[in-house]
């Protein structure tokens, strides 16, 4: 489980976000939604240490990050696997060279066990004779994929994910939100996806929270966010044209 | 204000340097590495390098035999000036600048285009060390190679020098072997090989700073790769000098 414990985060006089209190549940998809500008990146970015919140604590299971040491942060890291918004695969690797890269770094396997190790996770996320091909080969979907089997490829205990159905079709979209949502259950790890589309929220969304301007606004479920009052969460949920008329 | 700023970023190249010289996470993945950017920043630049270095070489040693005028000079000091040239100056200082460009801007654009994709934020994320692991393997790999670049290029332009006298025929082969051998002080190679090094760290540090420390887009990826090559050239000139004053004065 992760905890925020009332992490703020100001660049310059811009505050981004204001005393965030939340926790990520363990086997769950925990979404953070709201428009752009309202500090899901930055909230996200203080969870897997790229910014050091300026109030505030995240702790993972009772491990407070940002008091750790560098060298137990570093250990604290092989725990994750981040799926971030343009895959950042290694584009001077392979496919099988990037997925394999967290295992070369942090294990002492032997080629072959490597080797299977890259080819059973590459298939969990349905991908075949790929292993050859360098990113700039691939389609955008597949490029997620292979990025969320680089990020499990070392049985993370954490996951994050920044937009992962960014620059996707609809279709592929949803591919993606349910292998993230099947791997969770799969391994029981602490998934966070950082999203403001509306699809995944009610496809995958089993602890939704709501960022607004900074400050945590609401927190749910898929099911509750359709009836909610808070006017400001209408305004989000229902802000397309096809959901209004849903609606 | 510009001193402050400049100050910040002495300060701010130092602490990636202190970051860059830890001791590597895996071993056999450090040496795979270095063995990619031997190949990569070194053995890829010995074509560029021989071209230079030859035709440097013969325009310098024609120069010098056009110029000497005065029958009291004799035409082996057309060897002995190629050789000078050659070995103090043109191949440490002149190669290495272009050096600068070639490497200087590739190690800065890879590292700025793997900042603003996302791809160094996720090697930290993972738990690596990214300063160590994308620049001290292309710092060692230049240190380790640029010597022998130099080296080749020394060889490649008193031989240059050679066949363009003995081609046109304006000095022969025995009077340019006869100055090539003439007064020669081997530490001049040991001081060439020394200013070699300094400037393979001044070349892919600042370029990797450079890099590491992009800050936006593809426009910055230029401007940092720019800037780069031309902060490499302007501290390689002044170390050259600072260097001459310490080891040969």
Redesign the interface.
């Known amino acids: 489980m992760i905890e925020i414990n009332k992490v703020s985060k100001a660049f310059g006089d811009k505050v981004v976000l204001k005393d965030v209190s939340t926790s990520f549940e363990q086997g769950k998809t925990n979404l953070i939604i709201g428009q752009s500008g309202s500090g899901k990146t930055v909230l996200m970015k203080c969870c897997i240490g790229l910014i050091d919140p300026d109030e505030g604590e995240v702790t993972f299971n009772k491990r407070p990050f940002s008091s750790l040491r560098e060298k137990r942060k570093r250990e604290l890291r092989k725990e994750m696997g981040v799926l971030f918004q343009g895959g950042a695969l290694f584009d001077s690797l392979t496919v099988e060279e990037n997925v394999m890269f967290p295992l070369n770094m942090f294990t002492d396997m032997s080629f072959e066990e490597k080797r299977e190790r890259v080819n059973f996770v590459l298939k969990r996320v349905n991908l075949v004779n790929v292993n050859h091909l360098y990113p700039s080969e691939i389609s955008g979907g597949m490029m997620k994929r292979v990025a969320i089997a680089r990020a499990i490829s070392n049985n993370p205990q954490y996951l994050f994910c920044d937009e992962p159905n960014s620059g996707l079709d609809p279709k592929t979209a949803e591919i993606i939100d349910q292998l993230i949502s099947e791997i969770t259950e799969e391994y029981n790890i602490t998934t966070v996806i950082n999203t403001h589309d509306m699809n995944s929220v009610l496809q995958i969304g089993q602890h939704i929270n709501f960022l607004y301007k900074g400050e945590l606004w609401w927190t749910g479920d898929k099911n509750s966010i359709l009836h909610t009052s808070n006017p400001e969460l209408n305004e989000f949920v229902f802000s397309t044209e096809l959901t209004r008329r849903l609606k | 204000m510009m001193s402050l700023k400049a100050l910040h970023t002495i300060g701010e190249y130092l602490l990636l340097m202190i970051e860059t010289f830890k001791r590597p ?2 071993g056999p ?1 450090f040496r795979r590495q270095l063995l990619v950017e031997i190949v990569g920043l070194g053995v890829d630049s010995i074509g560029l390098v021989v071209l230079m270095s030859v035709f440097t070489g013969a325009i310098v040693a024609l120069q010098t035999a056009y110029n000497i005028d005065s029958p009291f000079i004799p035409l082996s000091m057309v060897g002995y000036t190629t050789r000078q040239l050659m070995v103090l100056e043109f191949s440490p200082t002149i190669i290495s600048i272009i050096l600068a460009g070639k490497v200087g801007s590739r190690i800065a654009s890879e590292i700025g ?2 900042r603003v ?3 160094i ?2 090697l ?6 990214p300063a160590n692991f994308l620049i001290l393997p292309k710092i060692t790999a230049s240190m380790l190679f640029n010597p022998v670049l130099i080296v080749i290029s020394m060889a490649v332009g008193i031989w240059g020098g050679w066949a363009a006298c003995v081609v046109t025929g304006m000095v022969s082969s025995v009077d340019f072997v006869e100055g090539l051998r003439g007064w020669f002080e081997p530490f001049t190679v040991t001081y060439a090989l020394i200013k070699t090094l300094v400037f393979a760290f001044i070349i892919t540090s600042v370029a990797g700073y450079l890099g590491y420390t992009v800050n936006g887009g593809s426009v910055e990826v230029g401007r940092n790769s720019t800037r780069a090559v031309v902060i490499s050239s302007v501290l390689i000139i002044g170390f050259d000098l600072l260097l001459t004053q310490l080891l040969l004065v």
């Open positions: 996470d895996k993945v285009t793997m994709t996302e791809q934020d996720a930290r994320v993972m738990g690596v060390n």
